[in-house]
């Protein structure tokens, strides 16, 4: 069974560094086709993607958040790390990761994020 | 940035009766493969979104058949042929076309009336 879990603080001070982890289950962070993506929804809004990261390394970020965000893996915890610097009261979201498919031309290999986390909320005050 | 664009905002339905969501991103999803890159996510209320629909019209696992995605290009749609109750919720779409940045939609809330 597959399963991702998130982690992180309940309470952060604006400008202060946040840091999230994502542990993961039933599957590896070594296999070449699939990754994780984090992604974000502040209360009573959309969803919003906000970084993903692969077996090879290989990260993407959302443009407005770059400079802010860094993503990492450890393969040995099997976990995916997201660090956001500076963080303010904007970013009080519930933060969620979920299992994400690795770019690919075969079609055949994609699936959708077909494996969500039950999301961990965090409040910047 | 691809741009997704969900209507209607809010989608009051009838149990028993047919409901219909459309999205439409700002370029068009085919891939060189011919394929779609388009997935549909239901949120329903205080759970994590799941997967319903990906590549525009693949039902994911253990989705019900009520449920379909369909259209090509830039214009997509989801039906739910019968709604039930616990079909309640709110319904994204989400580009995966540009894979250094994926987007969603606004957003569906679709509600019994």
């Known amino acids: 069974q597959v399963t991702l879990k998130e982690s992180g603080p309940v309470l952060v001070k604006p400008t202060e560094t946040l840091t999230l982890t994502c542990t993961v289950s039933?599957?590896?962070?070594?296999?070449?086709?699939?990754?994780v993506s984090w992604i974000r929804q502040p209360p009573g809004k959309a969803l919003e993607w906000l970084a993903h990261?692969?077996?090879?390394?290989?990260?993407s970020y959302t443009p407005s958040l770059k400079s802010r965000l860094t993503i990492s893996r450890d393969t040995s915890k099997s976990q995916v790390v997201l660090t956001m610097t500076n963080v303010a009261p904007v970013d009080t979201a519930t933060y969620y990761c979920?299992?994400?498919?690795?770019?690919?031309?075969?079609?055949?290999?994609?699936?959708?994020?077909?494996?969500w986390g039950q999301g961990t909320t965090v409040t910047v005050s | 940035d691809i741009v997704m664009t969900q209507s209607p905002l809010s989608l009051p339905v009838t149990l028993g009766e047919p409901a219909s969501i459309s999205c439409r991103s700002s370029?068009?999803?085919?891939?060189?493969?011919?394929?779609?890159?388009l997935d549909w996510y239901l949120q329903r209320p205080g759970q994590s979104p799941q997967l319903l629909v990906y590549?525009?019209?693949n039902r994911a696992s253990g989705v019900p058949d009520r449920f379909s995605g369909s259209g090509s290009g830039t214009d997509f749609t989801l039906k739910i042929s019968r709604v039930e109750a616990e079909d309640v919720g709110v319904y994204y779409c989400?580009?995966?076309?540009?894979?250094?940045?994926?987007?969603f939609g606004g957003g569906t809330k679709v509600e019994i009336k």
């Open positions: 979920a299992r994400t498919p690795r770019p690919t031309p075969l079609a055949s290999l994609y699936f959708g994020m077909d494996v």
């Open positions: 039933g599957f590896s962070l070594d296999n070449a086709r699939m990754g």
């Open positions: 990261i692969f077996s090879n390394d290989a990260e």
């Open positions: 370029q068009s999803l085919q891939h060189t493969n011919g394929f779609n890159y």
């Open positions: 590549l525009g019209s």
């Open positions: 989400m580009q995966a076309l540009q894979t250094s940045l994926l987007t």
